[in-house]
């Protein structure tokens, strides 16, 4: 069974910067369509960036371009969300999910089917 786990959350000013990671394990397969989610409070979850680990395949929300990088570990296995010049309307819950393959980067959410409990970012002016 998959199981993602998130760290790195926090509270920071505007303008500052903050780096998520997720730890992944149980994969059965050799890649995944891995991406971040986010839900600000009172509204729906959006998907921020994704990739496919088998190496083609990235997607970065516009609302975050130039922002935010997505990047994942060496070993498949990590994945991170680097957030800078961070606004107060990236406050959210941030969510590491996956999707077996095959799957597109930017496919419905639907088809991430394994997720993590999330990890709060709080962006304040």
């Known amino acids: 069974q998959v199981q993602l786990v998130e760290s790195g959350g926090g509270s920071v000013l505007t303008g500052g910067s903050l780096r998520l990671s997720c730890a992944a394990s149980?994969?059965?397969?050799?890649?995944?369509?891995m991406g971040w989610f986010r839900q600000p409070p009172g509204k729906e979850r959006e998907r921020v960036a994704a990739?496919?680990?088998?190496?083609?395949?990235?997607y970065v929300a516009d609302s975050v371009k130039g922002r935010f990088s997505i990047s994942q570990g060496s070993a498949k296995n990590t994945l991170s969300l680097q957030m800078n010049s961070l606004k107060p309307e990236d406050t959210a819950m941030y969510y590491c999910a996956a999707a077996r393959p095959p799957c597109v980067v930017s496919g419905p959410q639907s088809t991430y089917m394994y997720w993590g409990q999330g990890t709060q970012v709080t962006v304040s002016s």
């Open positions: 149980g994969y059965a397969y050799s890649n995944y369509c």
């Open positions: 990739v496919f680990t088998g190496g083609v395949g990235t």
